[in-house]
């Protein structure tokens, strides 16, 4: 099974706009950590925001936010009031306590950011 | 934040020679590090595990003689694509993460070194 599911390959979002970006992740671990990374064309691979599994509040960053459904293994990333800046792949991450350094990526969503 | 360092950004080689590709953690000591290899529009494929003062650990279907790893010191891991192919042009990228006991801390990703192999 995979570990991290992203089901939305593409996405388009009205410039000044909020959209969401969702991410569903399978462990059997009770100690993770999810993690959303931008990858813009130029390939380097920027952090965003990170939730922990015991956090009980939703993590944000900025204008970023991160709506965490633990029940429903969901971690699905709110980016609000978008940028042209914004249009870049985004993926979805997850580290298990268990195995410890590993980090398992989703496929991605390339967002693009229309005017 | 702490900072992985990855070079070269790109390269481009004869097909059959083989090209060094280093990455380094800058400001903390990564007993492991990760190599990433991705083509255009997907995701991260992890290749294979670095480890120092250890052999590496590679994921199925990644050729051991084809990349070879060498995590020599506890801020250097080198990936060495050996007698390179076309086949072989793709975006190499490699993480790390300050030693942690739990899942909190985040990956640091290199810059990303793009091949082609001509």
């Known amino acids: 099974a995979q570990k991290i599911t992203q089901t939305q390959p593409g996405m388009f979002v009205q410039e000044k706009e909020a959209v969401t970006l969702d991410c569903t992740y399978d462990t059997s671990d009770q100690s993770y950590g999810l993690f959303w990374y931008k990858q813009p064309s130029s390939g380097e691979m920027i952090f965003l925001i990170y939730q922990g599994s015991y956090d009980e509040q939703n993590a944000t960053e900025g204008r970023y936010s991160l709506n965490f459904q633990k029940a429903r293994k969901s971690a699905n990333l709110v980016i609000s009031a978008s940028q042209l800046g914004d249009s870049a792949m985004y993926f979805c991450?997850?580290?298990?306590?268990?195995?410890?350094?590993?980090?398992?990526f989703g496929t991605g969503t390339s967002l693009t950011v229309i005017p | 934040g702490a900072v992985v360092s990855q070079h070269p950004s790109w390269v481009i080689c004869k097909s059959g020679t083989s090209v060094k590709i280093e990455c380094r953690s800058l400001?903390?000591?990564?007993?492991?590090m990760f190599w990433y290899r991705q083509f255009p529009k997907q995701s991260l494929m992890l290749m294979a595990t670095?480890?120092?003062?250890?052999?590496?650990?590679?994921e199925q279907g990644v050729e051991k003689d084809k990349f070879l790893i060498n995590h020599a010191s506890l801020t250097l891991s080198t990936l060495t694509v050996t007698s390179a192919h076309p086949e072989d042009s793709s975006f190499y990228i490699c993480?790390?993460?300050?030693?942690?006991?739990?899942?909190?801390?985040?990956?640091?990703f290199g810059q990303g070194t793009r091949l082609t192999v001509v």
């Open positions: 400001d903390f000591q990564a007993t492991t």
């Open positions: 670095s480890n120092e003062g250890s052999k590496a650990t590679y």
């Open positions: 991450a997850m580290r298990e306590g268990r195995t410890g350094n590993q980090f398992y």
């Open positions: 993480s790390a993460s300050p030693p942690s006991r739990d899942a909190n801390t985040e990956a640091f």
